[in-house]
């Protein structure tokens, strides 16, 4: 199969870790070559955090600037940064609209980014942009509302709802899994 | 759920998406490592997390997070010279405090086998510096295997105990950030469990273990000796690859991370050199190394950090008289930063401009780089809000390694120098000779207490110098995921007998003790005012559970209420404190220069409320329902 490499980012405590460990398991049930790779260390405290995921290569997990088909942020901020470093021309922004200031602007010296930057930034590098927000019963399951648009929208090819379904209950605790499915499935 | 325990403790053949630092953790299973030490550090702690998932009643291994590296070094040490296979891992610059003992390993007769796992931090991810332990090998006479890979990782280690076992030498296992958070499937072999004896084998007649007077000498004969032997043993090892490419004049020598990275940026060139990728970086393949330069017109070292392979190779060209062209780093750049894809196009451009066609455009992001922050509730903030508004502005603060090191970005600007675990007290001291106008204040974490901040401490109380010490004592290692430390009350088999910080301080001899809970802002204020203005040493114990770990902990608990705390819009006199001297980043500004409380982020702790001038800020229940993610 093709390359297609996926680039993720986010804000420490977002759930990042479990969003791209699912797309590996997701990918690797689909019978796809897949390695992927988190950023973090400091992260964890409220910094940025990145992580890589390469389908249909094994050569190395880290993808190049510039080249991912698709890419995923779980912040507006970030998903702007994300999208002028790493979206590929002719690829997928999906992002969750919600904002976690930078310091900078809560100490007032530079402006939200808003979705308008970002719808901005997607229509010079000729990406589409699907921003995600929706009602969830926990914040904490914004990572898998991304995942349910990508299940829907089919934005890895060759990997399915199914796919991703079992890939969850690789990863969750059953008292987690259920409410996460739900969302999974719309 | 998979369970990481059940999977690790698997007895048939298996394949399964895992960790760099997973894949080692299985691998110490498989090859009967009994005895294994640490202190938590990033890239490693993983091992760790891995290794503790086993329930303690089934792990065939004792392990233990040990004080601070060198403690760890020396109890693997010890178990190797009981006949037990032991492995010892942490950071890169945990080495630097391993030393004192590190270097005295191949010195001995390791019964055991020793394998020492260090996560180098190319980039300098979440390390102080980016320095290359190869360095450190060389001093040591120990033989380096680097993996690329999680799968390489797993086989690596198994190469490196096979070969410590039967030399009775430590061997190291270079790890690198991206290859111990490196995931891909790995596939596993079968592994039959094995009782652990209980006999102590140590013999003092298969020493000398003493290394005093002309025993020194010969025992590092014999180290120098056996890495010879090593030498010879893997020059022709499995665990170097030679890929073919298409121009047969080229050729480059790279080992690691790097290694994938440039067959990654090949896939562009139509042109593409051989490689040899070594898998034993030290001692170097001598003749693995001489015939690939011989058979290559140039040859690129392709060589993440340092230039440690770039030398030995040249001088192994000059020895033996090889006039291939070799090219190593050619400007500083060179050694900086991790071998990403991007890195090696770039490196390999600047000697072979034409090789990889530039037809990537520039990218660069327009926003500035978000910075790690303390979370929300984190006492360090309480604490570091309230010490400021005591000190003078031309006092001077001394930071440490932990959390409380974020203390240094704005808006607190709290702790201006940063050497190393545990150096605050030593360095404030320092700074407060010969100086009576500026107050000096240290900080310290309570891990970085017990692994190497007491020596800075004696040496205050024992020299009495003249500054304050500030604990910022969270009951944790929090930096690195929550691991348990001498003062916590638990360790990595169960529950343990807490060491107080407070009867440690009396204990070593300190007089001038007080303590407060960071939340208590105002009494925390009074205290590190008294605290400085005393002639001699004083120590605050600036206390408060890290509520990271707390809010995890409350969330998993059925009933839990989700609180948050909210401005009264009324009220709010759009003062700013809480957004930009507190700073807690839940708070968030709108255009009209509102502030309004994000309720993803908050956690309800109030520790805000009493920064408020105007008194316009409360706290207000959320969602109920505990025990979800």
Same mark, same amino acid.
């Given at each position: 199969?093709?390359?297609?490499?996926?680039?993720?980012?986010?804000?420490?405590?977002?759930?990042?870790?479990?969003?791209?460990?699912?797309?590996?398991?997701?990918?690797?049930?689909a019978?796809?070559?897949?390695?992927?790779?988190?950023?973090?260390?400091?992260?964890?405290?409220?910094?940025?955090?990145?992580?890589?995921?390469?389908?249909?290569?094994?050569?190395?997990?880290?993808?190049?600037?510039?080249?991912?088909?698709?890419?995923?942020?779980?912040?507006?901020?970030?998903?702007?940064?994300?999208?002028?470093?790493?979206a590929?021309?002719?690829?997928?922004?999906?992002?969750?609209?919600?904002c976690?200031?930078?310091?900078?602007?809560?100490?007032?010296?530079?402006?939200?980014?808003?979705?308008?930057?970002?719808?901005?930034a997607?229509?010079?590098?000729?990406?589409?942009?699907?921003?995600?927000?929706?009602?969830?019963?926990?914040?904490?399951m914004?990572?898998?509302?991304?995942?349910?648009?990508?299940?829907?929208?089919?934005?890895?090819?060759?990997v399915g709802?199914?796919?991703?379904?079992?890939?969850?209950?690789?990863?969750?605790?059953?008292?987690?899994l259920?409410g996460?499915?739900?969302?999974?499935?719309? | 759920?998979?369970?990481?325990?059940?999977?690790?403790l698997?007895?048939?053949?298996f394949?399964?998406?895992?960790?760099?630092?997973?894949?080692?953790?299985?691998?110490?299973?498989?090859?009967?490592?009994?005895?294994?030490?640490?202190y938590?550090?990033?890239p490693?702690?993983?091992?760790?997390?891995?290794?503790?998932?086993?329930?303690?009643?089934?792990?065939?291994?004792?392990?233990?997070?040990?004080t601070n590296?060198?403690v760890? &070094?020396?109890?693997?040490?010890?178990?190797?010279?009981?006949?037990r296979?032991?492995?010892v891992?942490?950071?890169s610059?945990?080495?630097?405090?391993?030393?004192?003992?590190f270097?005295?390993?191949?010195?001995?007769?390791l019964? =055991?086998?020793?394998?020492?796992?260090?996560?180098?931090?190319?980039?300098?991810?979440?390390?102080?510096?980016?320095?290359?332990?190869?360095?450190?090998?060389?001093?040591?006479?120990i033989?380096?295997?680097?993996?690329?890979?999680p799968?390489?990782?797993?086989?690596?280690?198994?190469?490196?105990?096979?070969?410590?076992?039967?030399?009775?030498?430590?061997?190291?296992?270079?790890?690198?950030t991206?290859?111990?958070h490196?995931?891909?499937?790995?596939?596993?072999?079968?592994?039959?469990?094995?009782?652990i004896?209980?006999?102590?084998?140590?013999?003092?007649?298969?020493?000398?273990?003493?290394?005093? &007077?002309t025993?020194?000498?010969?025992?590092?004969?014999?180290?120098?000796?056996r890495?010879?032997?090593?030498?010879?043993?893997?020059?022709?090892?499995?665990?170097?690859?030679?890929?073919?490419?298409?121009?047969?004049?080229?050729?480059?020598? &790279?080992?690691?991370?790097p290694?994938?990275?440039?067959?990654?940026?090949?896939?562009?060139?139509?042109?593409?050199?051989?490689i040899l990728k070594l898998?034993?970086?030290?001692?170097?393949?001598?003749?693995?190394?001489?015939?690939?330069?011989?058979?290559?017109a140039?040859?690129?070292?392709?060589?993440?950090?340092?230039?440690?392979?770039?030398?030995?190779i040249?001088?192994?060209?000059?020895?033996? =008289?090889?006039?291939?062209?070799? @090219?190593?780093?050619?400007?500083p750049?060179?050694?900086?930063?991790?071998?990403?894809?991007?890195k090696?196009a770039?490196?390999?451009?600047?000697?072979?401009?034409?090789?990889?066609?530039?037809?990537?455009?520039e990218?660069?992001?327009?926003?500035?780089?978000?910075?790690?922050?303390?979370?929300?509730?984190?006492g360090?903030?309480?604490?570091?809000?309230?010490?400021k508004?005591?000190?003078?502005k031309?006092?001077?603060?001394?930071?440490?390694?932990?959390?409380?090191?974020?203390?240094?970005?704005?808006?607190?600007?709290?702790?201006?120098?940063?050497?190393?675990?545990?150096?605050?007290?030593? &360095?404030?001291?320092?700074?407060s000779?010969?100086?009576?106008?500026?107050?000096?204040?240290?900080?310290?974490?309570?891990s970085?207490?017990?692994?190497?901040?007491?020596?800075?401490?004696?040496?205050?109380?024992?020299?009495?110098?003249?500054?304050?010490?500030?604990l910022m004592?969270?009951?944790?290692?929090?930096?690195t995921?929550?691991?348990?430390?001498?003062g916590? =009350?638990?360790?990595?088999?169960?529950?343990?007998?807490?060491?107080?910080?407070?009867?440690?301080?009396?204990?070593?001899?300190?007089?001038?003790?007080r303590?407060?809970?960071?939340?208590?802002?105002?009494?925390?204020?009074?205290?590190?005012?008294?605290?400085?203005?005393e002639?001699?040493?004083?120590?605050?114990?600036?206390?408060?559970?890290?509520?990271?770990?707390?809010?995890?902990?409350?969330?998993?608990?059925?009933?839990?209420v989700?609180?948050?705390?909210?401005?009264?819009q009324?009220?709010?006199?759009?003062?700013?404190?809480? @957004?930009?001297?507190?700073g807690c980043?839940?708070?968030?500004?709108?255009?009209?220069?509102?502030?309004?409380?994000s309720?993803?982020?908050?956690?309800?702790?109030?520790?805000?409320?009493?920064?408020?001038?105007?008194?316009?800020?409360?706290?207000?229940? @959320?969602?109920?329902?505990?025990?979800?993610?």
């Open positions: 199969m093709s390359r297609f490499d996926i680039y993720m980012s986010g804000v420490g405590g977002q759930g990042i870790g479990l969003l791209s460990e699912a797309i590996i398991r997701a990918a690797d049930y019978g796809l070559a897949v390695c992927g790779v988190d950023t973090h260390g400091l992260a964890q405290r409220g910094g940025m955090v990145e992580s890589f995921v390469r389908i249909g290569t094994l050569t190395t997990p880290l993808v190049r600037k510039g080249s991912a088909k698709l890419v995923l942020a779980l912040e507006r901020t970030e998903a702007l940064r994300a999208v002028e470093l790493f590929a021309p002719g690829g997928t922004l999906l992002y969750y609209d919600t976690w200031q930078p310091l900078s602007v809560r100490l007032g010296t530079e402006k939200e980014t808003s979705a308008e930057d970002v719808a901005a997607c229509a010079r590098l000729d990406v589409r942009v699907i921003p995600v927000r929706t009602e969830l019963p926990d914040v904490r914004q990572n898998v509302a991304l995942l349910a648009v990508a299940a829907k929208e089919k934005l890895i090819p060759g709802v199914e796919h991703y379904e079992k890939a969850l209950a690789d990863l969750l605790p059953e008292r987690a259920q996460n499915l739900k969302v999974l499935k719309g | 759920m998979k369970s990481l325990g059940d999977m690790l698997n007895t048939g053949p394949s399964e998406i895992v960790l760099g630092n997973t894949a080692l953790a299985r691998a110490m299973i498989e090859s009967g490592t009994e005895v294994i030490a640490s938590p550090g990033s490693t702690p993983e091992i760790g997390a891995a290794l503790m998932s086993v329930p303690k009643e089934r792990r065939p291994y004792y392990f233990e997070f040990s590296e060198k760890a &070094t020396e109890v693997a040490c010890g178990a190797s010279l009981n006949g296979p032991s492995c891992f942490f950071k610059v945990g080495l630097n405090v391993a030393a004192d003992s270097v005295q390993l191949s010195l001995l007769e019964n =055991g086998g020793l394998v020492a796992i260090l996560g180098d931090d190319p980039g300098a991810n979440s390390s102080q510096n980016e320095q290359d332990n190869r360095h450190i090998a060389r001093l040591a006479y033989p380096v295997l680097e993996p690329a890979s799968a390489e990782a797993y086989t690596f280690y198994l190469e490196a105990m096979k070969l410590s076992r039967k030399r009775k030498m430590p061997v190291i296992l270079r790890m690198t991206h290859v111990c490196g995931k891909e499937k790995v596939s596993f072999a079968g592994w039959t469990p094995r009782p004896g209980s006999v102590p084998a140590f013999d003092s007649s298969a020493g000398p273990s003493i290394p005093l &007077t025993r020194a000498l010969d025992m590092k004969r014999r180290a120098i000796a890495l010879a032997e090593v030498a010879q043993e893997t020059d022709g090892s499995p665990l170097h690859e030679l890929r073919e490419g298409n121009d047969p004049s080229k050729g480059v020598i &790279t080992a690691g991370l290694f994938r990275s440039l067959v990654d940026v090949l896939e562009d060139a139509a042109e593409k050199p051989d898998g034993v970086v030290h001692p170097l393949p001598k003749g693995l190394v001489a015939d690939f330069l011989r058979s290559h140039s040859v690129k070292v392709l060589e993440e950090l340092d230039d440690v392979l770039e030398r030995e040249k001088a192994l060209a000059f020895d033996l =008289g090889i006039r291939t062209v070799i @090219v190593g780093k050619t400007d750049e060179d050694w900086i930063g991790e071998y990403t894809p991007d090696v770039e490196v390999l451009a600047k000697t072979w401009p034409s090789l990889v066609p530039r037809k990537r455009a990218r660069a992001a327009t926003l500035a780089p978000r910075p790690p922050q303390m979370c929300p509730g984190c360090h903030r309480s604490a570091f809000h309230a010490i508004q005591t000190l003078a031309e006092d001077i603060t001394v930071a440490d390694i932990g959390c409380h090191t974020l203390g240094f970005l704005p808006p607190y600007k709290m702790g201006e120098v940063l050497l190393s675990m545990g150096h605050s007290t030593g &360095t404030a001291a320092g700074l000779l010969f100086n009576t106008t500026r107050k000096v204040v240290a900080f310290l974490g309570d970085t207490f017990f692994h190497a901040g007491l020596p800075g401490i004696v040496n205050a109380v024992f020299n009495n110098h003249n500054l304050t010490l500030i004592e969270n009951g944790t290692t929090a930096m995921g929550h691991q348990d430390h001498a916590s =009350g638990g360790n990595a088999n169960g529950p343990a007998d807490a060491i107080p910080v407070r009867a440690v301080l009396e204990g070593l001899g300190v007089k001038s003790i303590e407060a809970d960071t939340y208590s802002q105002a009494k925390l204020t009074a205290m590190v005012k008294e605290a400085v203005a002639e001699g040493f004083s120590v605050v114990i600036a206390r408060h559970p890290c509520m990271l770990k707390y809010t995890r902990e409350q969330q998993r608990t059925p009933g839990y989700r609180k948050s705390v909210n401005i009264d009324e009220k709010c006199d759009k003062l700013h404190v809480c @957004v930009e001297s507190f980043p839940s708070f968030q500004r709108d255009e009209e220069g509102r502030v309004v409380v309720e993803e982020l908050c956690i309800g702790d109030g520790s805000c409320i009493q920064t408020c001038p105007a008194k316009a800020i409360g706290v207000k229940k @959320v969602q109920e329902g505990g025990g979800k993610a």
